[in-house]
């Protein structure tokens, strides 16, 4: 690491190398156990070994303009862990986090509430990842070339302003995990996130986690959320609608006071505002739906847009 400048403007050179970082050995070392979710034998600790190799360099002051590259390379373990290999097809996800109570979600074409990849809207799919994981298709489960710039602008802003957990890792939590934010959570996290891209591939990721992830209190899936709040489809969503349900997804219990009244509260409402900027900056709406929708009220069912 090399560091210039820091009486002016902090200037940040610094390269990281990590080869064949054992998992099993990494949490044994930390003092955590292999979580017993994963359904493995007693004393198999064979969670597969990564090389990481990280670059980071340009003036802390400007997160947004650093230049960050990767490579991650990881060997999957001998055998995949069973609770790994049963996502490859149907089956009954039971959440066990926060106040209940909880519903099981079966997750296969044959309930009604499953909605398969091919059917997601293609342009609900552009508004999640924009929103949650631009790299998505790129990465191998983690994005270290957002990590700096979260840390620093969370630095900047005293607090925990932004993260840069992938879509992946946050399949990761909550499949296997509880809610702990603890160091040994995320050492755990690191290596399922790393067992799930190995086993699944990227469309499986992406589909389990549009059929499981919480909306809102018991809420959990893209077609439900869609008919609870809005009385439709995924497919009849509007733009608007759709950057609505994304905007939500990092606090689906804490936003449903911004909107009780029945449209989006203004800090909302400029959240779902600035995932329309974006789809409109990467072309994937034209100017006519970005006005359009710009202009939409956004009513959530049960409720009334303002008079």
Do not use: C
Not at 224 to 236: C, K, M, N, V
């Amino acid at each position: 690491i090399a560091l210039q400048d820091l009486d002016t403007d902090p200037v940040v050179d610094l390269a990281l190398g990590v080869r064949n970082l054992d998992f099993g050995q990494l949490l044994g070392t930390s003092g955590v156990a292999v979580p017993e979710s994963l359904g493995m034998a007693p004393g198999d600790r064979d969670l597969g070994s990564a090389t990481i190799e990280l670059r980071v360099r340009g003036r802390a002051a400007n997160p947004a303009a650093l230049s960050v590259s990767q490579k991650i390379d990881f060997r999957p373990p001998r055998q995949i862990p069973p609770a790994i290999m049963r996502l490859r097809r149907e089956f009954i996800y039971g959440a066990n986090d926060g106040p209940g109570p909880h519903r099981p979600i079966d997750v296969s074409p044959a309930s009604p509430d499953f909605i398969a990849l091919r059917d997601v809207p293609a342009l609900f799919v552009r508004t999640l990842l924009l929103a949650e994981d631009a790299g998505f298709y790129g990465h191998r489960g983690i994005d270290l070339r957002e990590l700096p710039a979260a840390l620093l602008t969370n630095w900047s802003r005293g607090g925990a302003a932004r993260g840069a957990s992938t879509i992946t890792q946050q399949l990761a939590k909550n499949l296997f995990l509880s809610r702990d934010k603890q160091l040994g959570r995320k050492l755990q996290e690191l290596a399922i996130t790393f067992l799930l891209e190995s086993a699944l591939g990227k469309d499986r990721i992406l589909e389990i986690y549009l059929n499981i992830i919480e909306w809102g209190p018991d809420l959990r899936g893209l077609r439900p959320a869609a008919r609870r709040y809005f009385g439709r489809e995924p497919r009849e969503l509007t733009p608007a609608e759709m950057a609505f349900l994304v905007a939500i997804i990092p606090g689906p219990t804490k936003y449903q006071s911004s909107f009780a009244h029945g449209t989006p509260g203004p800090g909302l409402r400029s959240l779902i505002d600035e995932l329309l900027a974006k789809l409109r900056s990467v072309q994937a709406i034209g100017e006519e739906e970005y006005l359009q929708a710009l202009g939409e009220p956004v009513v959530v069912a049960g409720g009334r847009p303002p008079g």
